[in-house]
């Protein structure tokens, strides 16, 4: 904050408080005397919102001065989190706000506390997209974040017996003080019809879509404030509307039912979510999703770069494109599509503009998660892009040809259209040919890109699949979350490394300090308290807060191997019950995360999870060493709380399945040690932090290909061991389910039979590493000076890096600063400019 006098302060303060007033009364129609907490929420939001809107305007004017490179980032997914707690941070009026609130009588922590937030994705790559719209703005970097407007987000999770239960998200319904509804930038976006060939009147052929249906795409603008800069880039979001100026009559019988009709199923295309985190087979809303999201996108686009140019020959020069995977894949023949059929550029041109506008970045290695499209139903939504790609794929396929003459195998596995079954249009092959650049996520990801998954697309085009790992922004993921850690960091070593990660380096030197361990250890008891009080208000359960908290929390996917963790507590459990008087490192195991609705086995991980927890919290002979803890409805705002308390952070999945992994970084950064495999990032946080600060067990990449090579056979390590034969006959045998052996034979059958993510081959390794990381806790000195180290070797880690990386290797963009000082936020938050100086009246 800037020096200020006590009257100065007082003054800004007595006017946060009038404008608290003000919107109650306005906006939401009440007074002190009958506002509810909810009425607060929105007072206070709108407040703040107000303030940031002079940033907005603020940046908006200087794009239009200065017309820099806008970067458009482009994802069905943004997991934005709670918006107050970390605006107020952005813009540095936490304190003021919160003296505000306290002078009118209220309390800020409970209204940030209040706020739902908007489950506007389901995992990793929703929330990636919003630490990188956080760091674009930190960075003054111009960009706009483009996505869909869910009615109903990511499902409420809630644990019913055990089981997952979904239930809807209605996160509009006490409403969204963020957004800004722009019904003046609306698009038009249809779908389904036939094409059809005209002659312009210079004899010119050109094609013509008659669709069957068009419907309205209307974008909602959230600001998305930068960390004390006076940069504020926003999120645009599309919902849909019907068009109301139709005229039905063309496509339809022209009846006002079917009007209605019409009305309904253009609103169901942004009703909802889809929770799955991979491909779900031939589902028609989810393409009409992806396309609307794209057509509102692209259009916007052009819209913005007409306004200020006269052609779009230098489109890519002012606008870059970010594919957020294949999800906004049809981006490609749709941009195509805009130049050539509406603003009638020629198809080589329109083919070079496209190139070098898109850029796509890949998320997974999973074959079965790579998207692709029936054909028929590709065609019957959108018969103009099928013939454009069937097009670009023929000229593609040409190049292929003269590059590898007689490489049938090379052209059938490029191809855009995959024909060796039914046939599908490839999201991933698609998103190959169209991008400027390729990007994986980790290093290791990237190079099993370039190895496997894309070689042949790397042998193609040498050089344009490159890697940029990811980061998670330090003000959201310590900040905001862990406002104790960050007093105490800041204390040591100022406050300069909420914007350069790296300087967190600089508490190196106070690994052995004893006073700093104190205090480190402290702040970390602190917030493992706050949880503990949390569960036994929650669940009745009572937890000593200094054992150890090992935590897992991330989708549930076998992949992730959430039931190995629960293989080690289930020895754990067996050792005790052999031997009575045993003393171990007590622990307590948290799981959190959500199983996607239609996946069997995640949905059985969860039941497991909580019938072992079942049985072992309520036996008296091992529950003062072991309590198990699923938290349910997992969130970014349950991440808040997470992240700060664990001291072991679980990243067991199988190598080379995790193509990056972002929670892992939130953890460290939290100063939690991993216990992990060699798998996405945790290559790289291994390295940074040292290969003696990180628990490392499991095959490597290369041991499990050699090793399915070979043949892999569960079996034997189950015959040759033990103590895996004695923790999965317990769930075999129904100890965790009341005598039934049904319940968990899919999951002992799954991994005896097949176990296609090794959780036996890594199994023994996987105990003698928890078996290491107990010891090591003992030593309260040593584990603290690794859980130090390890925060402080976390600058890589930072979305700002990635988004440098970015700027520089994919997307050449430069900051354009907005000159005026965050600190001269008039008090009122409001400019005027008199239309013809400029001047601020
Ligand atoms: C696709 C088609 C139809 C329906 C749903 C989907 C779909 C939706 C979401 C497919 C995938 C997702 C999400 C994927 C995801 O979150 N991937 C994660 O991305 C993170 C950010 O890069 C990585 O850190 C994780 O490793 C990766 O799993």
Redesign the pocket.
């Known amino acids: 904050m800037t020096d200020m006098s006590p009257d100065e302060r007082n003054r800004r303060i007595n006017k946060l408080k009038r404008a608290f007033a003000y919107n109650l009364f306005c906006r939401q129609g009440v007074t002190s005397r009958s506002a509810s907490l909810n009425d607060y929420y929105l007072a206070v939001s709108y407040t703040l919102r107000d303030r940031m809107q002079h940033f907005f305007v603020n940046s908006v004017e200087k794009l239009l001065e200065k017309d820099p490179k806008i970067v458009c980032y482009l994802s ?2 943004f997991l934005t989190g709670p918006h107050l707690h970390n605006n107020l941070v952005n813009l540095g009026l936490y304190e003021d706000f919160a003296q505000a609130a306290a002078e009118t009588g209220l309390n800020l922590k409970e209204i940030i506390n209040h706020e739902e937030e908007p489950g506007l994705g ?5 929330r ?1 997209a919003v630490c990188y719209l956080d760091s674009l703005s930190s960075l003054q970097i111009p960009a706009i974040g483009y996505g869909i407007r869910y009615e109903y987000g990511m499902f409420n999770q809630k644990i019913v017996n055990g089981w997952q239960k979904e239930f809807s998200d209605r996160w509009l319904h006490q409403g969204n003080p963020w957004e800004i509804k722009k019904p003046v930038m609306a698009c038009e976006v249809s779908f389904g019809g036939r094409t059809e060939i005209y002659h312009t009147e210079k004899g010119i052929r050109r094609i013509r879509w008659r669709p069957t249906r068009v419907i309205m795409g209307v974008p909602y603008d959230t600001p998305i404030p930068g960390y004390k800069v006076n940069t504020v880039n926003y999120l645009r979001l599309w919902s849909t509307e019907s068009h109301t100026s139709f005229d039905f009559s063309e496509f339809n019988t022209g009846d006002y039912y079917s009007a209605v009709a019409d009305k309904l199923k253009a609103e169901a295309i942004t009703k909802i979510l ?1 929770p ?5 087979e031939g ?1 028609q809303l ?1 393409l009409q999703q992806q396309f609307f999201l794209v057509s509102c996108s692209l259009q916007d686009m052009i819209r913005l770069h007409l306004s200020r140019h006269s052609s779009l020959h230098n489109f890519y020069e002012h606008f870059q494109g970010q594919l957020n ?1 294949t ?1 906004p894949a049809v981006a490609v023949p749709e941009l195509m599509r805009l130049l050539v059929d509406i603003h009638l550029y020629d198809w080589d041109e329109a083919w070079k503009i496209t190139r070098k506008t898109l850029c796509y ?1 890949n ?2 290695l999973l074959p079965e ?1 790579m ?1 692709k499209w029936p054909l028929d139903l590709f065609g019957s939504l959108l018969p103009r892009h099928l013939e454009i790609i069937y097009e670009l794929n023929r000229c593609f396929l040409d190049e292929v040809r003269i590059k590898y003459p007689g490489d049938d195998g090379r052209l059938q596995r490029m191809s855009v259209i995959d024909e060796t079954g039914p046939r599908y249009v490839r999201m991933v092959n698609l998103a190959c040919m169209g991008a400027k650049v390729i990007n994986g ?1 980790a290093a290791l990801h990237t190079n099993l890109l370039r190895k496997h998954t894309l070689a042949d697309w790397d042998a193609m085009y040498p050089g344009k699949i490159r890697n940029v790992t ?1 980061g998670v922004t330090p003000r959201r993921w310590i900040a905001v979350s862990n406002p104790r850690l960050t007093q105490l960091i800041t204390e040591a070593i100022g406050e300069k490394w909420l914007t350069n990660l790296e300087e967190l380096r600089r508490l190196e030197p106070l690994a052995d300090d004893a006073a700093f361990q104190e205090a480190w250890r402290k702040v970390k008891e602190e917030n493992k308290r706050d949880f503990a009080e949390l569960m036994e208000c929650r669940d009745n359960i009572c937890v000593d807060p200094s054992v150890m908290f090992d935590v897992q929390v991330k ?1 549930i996917h076998e992949y992730k191997r959430q039931h190995l963790n629960i293989l080690h507590i289930i020895t754990l459990y067996s050792r005790i019950k052999a031997n009575p008087s045993l003393r171990i490192t007590p622990r307590l195991f948290v799981f959190g995360g959500k199983a996607a609705p239609g996946y069997f086995m995640a949905k059985r991980i969860i039941k497991l999870i909580n019938s072992v927890a079942q049985v072992i919290n309520n036996d008296p002979a091992v529950r003062d060493q072991i309590k198990i803890f699923f938290i349910p409805n997992y969130s970014v705002k349950i991440g808040h709380i997470v992240y700060p308390m664990a001291n072991l952070s679980e990243q067991i999945s199988q190598a080379g399945m ?5 929670g892992n970084m939130k953890f460290s950064m939290n100063g939690a040690l991993t216990i992990g495999t060699l798998d ?2 945790n290559v790289e946080i291994r390295q940074e932090v040292g290969q003696e600060n990180f628990f490392l067990f499991g095959l490597t990449v290369e041991q499990i290909m050699e090793l399915r090579q070979k043949g892999y056979r569960p079996m034997d390590y189950y015959q040759n061991n033990e103590s895996l034969r004695a923790a999965i006959e317990l769930i075999r045998c129904g100890h965790f389910s009341s005598g039934d052996r049904e319940l968990f034979k899919s999951i002992v059958d799954s991994l005896l039979y097949d176990d296609r993510y090794m959780l036996l081959a890594d199994y023994q390794d996987y105990i003698d590493c928890q078996d290491r990381v107990s010891r090591l806790f003992e030593d309260k000195k040593s584990w603290t000076r690794m859980s130090i180290l390890n925060t402080a070797r976390m600058g890589k880690f930072s979305s700002d890096r990635s988004i440098l990386e970015y700027s520089r290797k994919v997307w050449d963009v430069q900051p354009c600063p907005v000159e005026l000082k965050w600190q001269e936020l008039p008090e009122d938050g409001i400019l005027f400019h008199s239309k013809d100086s400029g001047e601020q009246a």
């Open positions: 069905a997914e389901s995992g990793g790559l929703g990636l889809y799955s985190d991979e491909q779900i589902k989810r995977d999800h970045t998320h997974t998660a998207e996520v990811n989708r995790e193509a990056s992994g972002t996405g990032a």
